[in-house]
């Protein structure tokens, strides 16, 4: 049987490759990886906590400001939300309370980034040329005619 | 052999068995040792719980819509993204291009991204067409930037989602190169890479993405392919949609409609 002691030598030495190899794996590689696929599944629960959503689209402003939310339903910017003009909702309120005034923007430029006649722009889409738009000049606050709620063309 | 036997005179004794020879036995050790190697890296790791309370990720398969005909590049997708995600100052996780396009010259601006919006543009000569485009990653179904990442860092999920877990990237920008569409940089900040998540924090809650949320054109639209009535998946079921560079066969999941053959 001296050949057997080499047999066992050869199966001592595997096994303690295998061993070597679970224990560093077991401590190396996360919990979940490969639960369902090459990475680590735990990163899927983590992005969809990562932060609270900062956006609470219009109907969360519609909570204090229904008033305000009715009119701009029946007007022309029916479809432009609360926080496209103001500011996300998470900057005003959080957990229920209002930590914040939310930011007016009354400027010229807030307008002219959908209304500025500029190249690229759908034609059917209403947009000025400042010059030719009651002798307008830059600066001038479009609010003081239009209602930036529910403006009248 | 065995006539050989048996015109033998007397049976020849049993041959001992052949002893195994050291490089047969190393031989057949190795492979043993391998396949149990083999067997525990495969082996399906536990623990496998809900994404999100209340979401079952195997009930919905997200696409994304664009209709480039309805854009005004105000930019307010782009605010809302670095409002919503924190994007670093200088970089996108979704911009806004515009292409002012005549038969012999075409140009393509996107000044911060469109983050402030679009100023006039004069051009050396005179555009037939314009238009702006949004873009954003794809995520795409055969993605070049899952298949570079050397550390599993980059992944589809089952609900239709490429991710970079920020814990496992090493920073390498593979992915970064790897993605003809641009979607992805290296923030400066944690120097991982960073992409569109299509607001995976908001989608399993039942919100729609920030950008898609105050959009005030509907130019996007965010759907479920898995439900059956979804505005999104019958415009994508009915509509003629197109995709950015069709030919690399990334199959994207944002489609375009109305898209321009400038576009890229």
């Known amino acids: ?153 | 052999m065995d006539e050989t036997q048996s015109d033998a005179p007397a049976p020849a004794p049993q041959p001992a068995p052949e002893p195994v020879g050291r490089r047969e036995f190393l031989s057949n050790a190795l492979r043993l040792g391998g396949g149990v190697l083999v067997f525990l890296a495969g082996a399906p790791a536990l623990g496998e719980g809900p994404v999100a309370e209340g979401y079952d990720w195997t009930q919905h398969r997200y696409a994304y819509l664009i209709d480039t005909e309805k854009c005004i590049g105000c930019g307010s997708c782009v605010r809302a993204c670095k409002a919503e995600n924190g994007v670093p100052d200088g970089f996108f996780r979704t911009w806004v291009e515009r292409y002012v396009v005549s038969p012999e010259a075409s140009h393509v601006d996107s000044p911060k991204g469109g983050l402030d919006g679009f100023p006039p543009i004069q051009t050396p000569f005179t555009p037939t067409k314009s238009f702006f485009v949004p873009k954003m990653c794809n995520h795409c179904k055969e993605t070049p930037c899952v298949q570079v990442c050397p550390v599993g860092a980059s992944y589809r999920t089952q609900d239709g989602l490429v991710l970079v877990d920020a814990e496992r990237c090493i920073g390498c920008g593979y992915c970064v190169q790897a993605c003809p569409y641009g979607s992805r940089f290296l923030s400066p900040t944690t120097h991982t890479a960073e992409k569109c998540t299509w607001c995976y924090h908001r989608v399993t809650k039942g919100l729609k993405p920030a950008c898609v949320e105050v959009c005030p054109t509907g130019t996007r639209q965010f759907g479920d392919m898995r439900r059956e009535d979804d505005p999104v998946r019958l415009a994508i079921a009915h509509g003629r949609v197109s995709v950015l560079q069709p030919h690399l066969l990334t199959e994207p999941q944002c489609f375009y409609l109305g898209l321009d053959k400038e576009v890229r």
Request: hydrophobic share 40%.
């Open chain 1, 1 to 153: 049987m001296e050949s057997a002691r080499h047999v066992f030598r050869v199966l001592f030495l595997l096994l303690v490759v295998v061993v070597i190899f679970s224990v560093g794996r077991t401590f190396l590689v996360p919990k979940s990886y490969g639960a369902y696929g090459p990475y680590r599944f735990d990163n899927v629960a983590e992005q969809a906590a990562i932060r609270p959503p900062q956006h609470g689209g219009s109907a969360s402003c519609g909570a204090c400001h229904a008033e305000r939310l009715k009119a701009v339903a029946a007007g022309a910017h029916r479809r432009v939300g609360c926080e496209v003009c103001h500011a996300p909702l998470a900057r005003h309120v959080q957990d229920g309370a209002r930590i914040a005034a939310m930011p007016v923007d009354r400027s010229f430029t807030l307008c002219a980034r959908c209304h500025r006649r500029i190249e690229g722009r759908p034609a059917a889409f209403p947009q000025i040329v400042l010059a030719q738009h009651q002798g307008g000049v830059e600066g001038t606050a479009c609010i003081d005619c239009h209602a930036p709620h529910s403006p009248k063309l």
